[in-house]
C-alpha cells in the first residue's frame, strides 16, 4: 500500500462545476499538507499549504485536513477550463526532510 | 510565492555527453534544494536531496557518479547528467524549500538521442 493514496481520474467535469479532489494517507506523522497544480510539461505549482486539520480557503480553492481520518481534500469552485491540470497533493511530517506525493488526478474541465 | 527557475527550460543532445542543469531561487536562500525526475503521465521521483556546502544525499538506485549535484551557494545547485544515454531522457526539475513549503522550478526536458 502506497504512503499516499490518489485516484489518478481522469475527472472530467463542466465549466462552473464544483470539483472535489482528494487524497487518504496511511503515515500519522504527516503534517503538512500541500495541493499542487501541475500544468503539462510545467514544474507543479503550489496551490494551498496547511498545517493540521482544518479547512483553508483561497479564492476558488480550499483546503481540507482531517487527521482524524488521514484524508485531505482540495475543492475548486466555479471550475475553469484553464484549471485543467494535474493535481497532486503532498505531505510532509515535522522530522521529515522530504515530500511525499501522491500519484496525481488529471482533472478536465469543459467549456 | 517563492520563485524556483532552472536553465535549460529543453535540451537536446547526443548520447555519450554530458548536461548540466542549472537551478536558481530568485528571492530567497534555499539551504535545501531537491532534484526530481518526472516520467510521462507519471508523479515526481525524488533523485536527490541537496544541502548547501555539502555533499547530495540521493536516493536508492540513483547513481550518484551518473548525476552530479553541486549545491555551491545558497541560491544555486546543478545537476550534471554525465554520458548521457537515451534512457535518462526525462523531464529534471528542481525544488527549493522555504520553511515547510516547497516551491519547484518549471523544469528541464532532456532529450538524449
Known amino acids: 500500500q502506497k504512503e499516499v493514496e490518489q485516484d489518478p481520474g481522469p475527472l472530467s467535469v463542466p465549466e462552473g462545476a464544483i470539483v472535489s479532489l482528494n487524497c487518504t494517507y496511511s503515515?500519522?506523522?504527516?503534517?503538512?499538507f500541500m495541493w499542487y497544480r501541475q500544468y503539462s510539461r510545467k514544474g507543479p505549482e503550489l496551490l494551498m499549504y496547511?498545517?493540521?486539520?482544518g479547512n483553508k480557503e483561497d479564492g476558488r480553492f480550499t483546503a481540507q485536513v482531517d487527521k482524524s481520518s488521514k484524508y485531505i481534500s482540495l475543492f475548486i469552485r466555479d471550475s475553469q477550463p484553464s484549471d485543467s491540470a494535474t493535481y497532486l497533493c503532498?505531505?510532509?511530517?515535522?522530522?521529515?526532510?522530504?515530500?511525499?506525493f501522491g500519484g496525481g488526478t488529471r482533472l478536465m474541465v469543459k467549456p | 510565492g517563492a520563485v524556483v527557475s532552472q536553465h535549460p527550460s529543453w535540451v537536446i543532445c547526443k548520447s555519450g555527453t554530458s548536461v548540466k542543469i542549472e537551478c536558481r531561487s530568485l528571492?530567497?536562500?534555499?539551504?535545501?534544494m531537491f532534484w526530481y525526475r518526472q516520467f510521462p503521465k507519471q508523479s515526481l521521483m525524488l533523485m536527490a536531496t541537496?544541502?548547501?556546502?555539502?555533499?547530495?544525499?540521493?536516493e536508492q538506485g540513483v547513481e550518484k557518479d551518473k548525476f552530479l549535484i553541486n549545491h555551491a551557494s545558497l541560491t544555486l545547485s546543478t545537476l550534471t547528467v554525465t554520458s548521457a544515454h537515451p534512457e535518462d531522457s526525462s523531464f529534471y526539475i528542481c525544488s527549493a524549500r522555504v520553511s515547510n513549503e516547497q516551491f519547484f522550478g518549471p523544469g528541464t526536458r532532456l532529450t538524449v538521442l
Open positions: 496547511t498545517y493540521s486539520s
Open positions: 503515515n500519522s506523522a504527516f503534517q503538512y
Open positions: 528571492d530567497f536562500q534555499a539551504t535545501t
Open positions: 503532498a505531505m510532509k511530517s515535522n522530522a521529515g526532510n522530504m515530500l511525499t
Open positions: 541537496s544541502n548547501e556546502g555539502s555533499k547530495a544525499t540521493y
